[in-house]
C-alpha cells in the first residue's frame, strides 16, 4: 500500500509539475505582453490590483483552504460539502473586504483605481472562488488537475492580452488588462466544474452544527497564506505607499521572472503537503523534494542571473531595463524560497497551522520595516534586498519546526 500511494505520489508531483512548468511559460509571455500594452506606472497599477484581489480572498477565507487540505483526510465534519457551503458564505464577507481595501488605495491617491472598482471587485470575487476550489482538488491528492485549471487560466490570459495587443487596441489600457485577468480566474472555474464531474468526491453531509465547528478549526490555519501573502505581496504595497507606482512597475517586471523559479518547489510542496496529511512522508521523502526542488531552481536561477542584462530590456522593452539588477538580487531570494515553500506546507500537514502562520508573520515582521527604510531611497532595489533578509528568516524557523517534528516522531 505505501509503495502504490508513493507511486501515485511521484505520478501527482510529475504532473503538477509539467503542467505548472506549462503555465509558467504562459505566465511569462502575459507579463511580457502586459508589460508592451501598459507604462510602467500602469503596469504598477495592475500589480497592485493583483495584489488587492490576493489579500482579499486570502484576508477572507479565513483559513479554509488549508483547513480542508489537512482536516478532510482526518475528520468526518469536514468534507467537502460542509467546506462548499461555509465557502459561500465567505464569499460575501470578501467582497467586502475587496471594497474596504480599494477604497483605502483611492483614499492614498491611487486615483485611477476609483474608475475600476466594479472590474478589481468582480476579479477579485472570481479569484476567491477559483482558489477555493483549485484546493478541493489539492485535498484530495490530485495536484496534477489543480496545475491544470490553473494552467488553463494562465493560456486564456495570455490569449486575451494577445487579441488586445494585435488585434483590439481599443483595450489596450488598465481596464482591458484587468478584463483579461479576470476571465482567466473564470476559465480555471469553468475547467474545474468539467472535471469535478469526472472526480470521485466523497462530499459527505453538511449542516449548521458541521459548518461551525469547520469556521472554528479553520481560523487555525488562518494565518498560514495570510501571512506569507502579506510577505510576498507587501513589498508592492510598501514600496507603492513609500515610493512610485513607477518603481512598482519595475519591480513586477523583476518579480515576474525570478516568481517563475517556484513553480517546481511549489508543485511538490502540494505533494508533500498531502503525504504529511495522511501520514506517509518520511525524512528521505521529503530530503528528496528538497534536493529535486533546490536543485532545478538553481539551474534557472544560475540561467536567469547571466542573461538578465540581454533578456529583461529585449523581451520586456528598453523602458524596463532597470530592473534587470533587481532581478539578480530576487534571484538569490527565489534560492532561499525554494525549500521554505515546501517545508511550510509540510508543517501544515502535520496539523501544525501555527508554526505555519507564525514563519509568514516572521517574514512580514522583518519585511515591513526593512522595505520602510529602504524603499524611499532605493526603490525596487530596496524592496529587492529586504526581500532576502525575510525569506532568510522564514526559512531558518520553518527548517527548525520541521526538523524538530521528525525528532519528535
Not at 95 to 101: K, T, Y
Not at 170 to 192: D, K, N, T, W
Not at 263 to 272: D, F, I, K, P, R
Request: proline share 3%; aromatic share 12%; charged share 10%.
Amino acid at each position: 500500500m505505501r509503495i502504490s500511494l508513493r507511486s501515485k505520489s511521484t505520478r501527482e508531483a510529475v504532473g503538477a509539475i509539467s503542467w505548472n512548468l506549462t503555465g509558467m511559460m504562459f505566465s511569462l509571455i502575459t507579463g511580457v505582453v502586459s508589460a508592451r500594452i501598459l507604462a510602467p506606472d500602469d503596469r504598477g497599477l495592475l500589480a497592485l490590483a493583483l495584489s488587492i484581489s490576493s489579500l482579499g480572498y486570502l484576508v477572507s477565507s479565513l483559513g479554509t483552504n488549508s483547513a480542508v487540505r489537512t482536516l478532510q483526510p482526518r475528520e468526518v465534519w469536514a468534507g467537502f460539502r460542509t467546506y462548499i457551503q461555509v465557502s459561500a458564505i465567505l464569499s460575501f464577507l470578501n467582497l467586502v473586504v475587496l471594497l474596504l481595501i480599494t477604497s483605502g488605495f483611492v483614499a492614498l491617491g491611487y486615483v485611477g483605481f476609483s474608475d475600476h472598482v466594479i472590474i478589481i471587485a468582480v476579479l477579485g470575487a472570481l479569484t476567491f472562488t477559483s482558489n477555493q476550489m483549485l484546493d478541493m482538488f489539492n485535498a484530495t491528492g490530485r495536484a496534477s488537475l489543480s496545475a491544470l485549471a490553473n494552467t488553463t487560466g494562465h493560456l486564456t490570459t495570455t490569449l486575451s492580452l494577445l487579441l488586445i495587443f494585435f488585434f483590439l487596441e481599443e483595450f489596450a489600457h488598465l481596464p482591458g488588462v484587468l478584463i483579461a485577468y479576470a476571465l482567466s480566474f473564470g476559465a480555471r472555474i469553468l475547467i474545474m466544474i468539467l472535471m469535478a464531474r469526472r472526480v470521485d468526491f466523497e462530499y459527505g453531509e453538511a449542516d449548521k452544527r458541521s459548518r461551525k465547528k469547520f469556521l472554528k478549526a479553520s481560523t487555525r490555519f488562518w494565518g498560514i497564506n495570510l501571512g506569507q501573502t502579506l510577505t510576498f505581496r507587501s513589498n508592492h504595497f510598501i514600496l507603492g505607499i513609500f515610493s512610485t507606482a513607477y518603481n512598482v512597475g519595475l519591480y513586477a517586471v523583476a518579480a515576474t521572472p525570478a516568481s517563475l523559479m517556484q513553480v517546481v518547489s511549489n508543485s511538490l510542496g502540494q505533494v508533500a503537503y498531502r503525504e504529511a496529511a495522511t501520514g506517509e512522508l518520511t525524512k528521505r521523502r521529503l530530503f528528496k523534494f528538497l534536493v529535486a526542488g533546490f536543485s532545478i531552481t538553481l539551474v534557472y536561477a544560475t540561467a536567469m542571473w547571466l542573461l538578465a542584462p540581454w533578456l529583461i530590456p529585449w523581451v520586456f522593452g528598453a523602458a524596463y531595463a532597470e530592473a534587470v539588477p533587481v532581478v539578480r538580487v530576487l534571484v538569490f531570494a527565489s534560492l532561499l524560497l525554494s525549500p521554505y515553500a515546501i517545508l511550510v506546507r509540510v508543517l501544515a500537514g502535520l496539523n501544525q497551522p501555527h508554526s505555519s502562520s507564525i514563519s509568514g508573520l516572521i517574514g512580514f515582521i522583518i519585511l515591513a520595516p526593512t522595505l520602510s527604510v529602504l524603499t524611499p531611497e532605493f526603490g525596487a532595489m530596496g524592496a529587492a534586498v529586504g526581500t532576502i533578509i525575510a525569506y532568510a528568516g522564514m526559512l531558518v524557523f520553518v527548517t527548525v519546526r520541521v526538523t524538530s517534528s521528525f525528532a519528535r516522531h
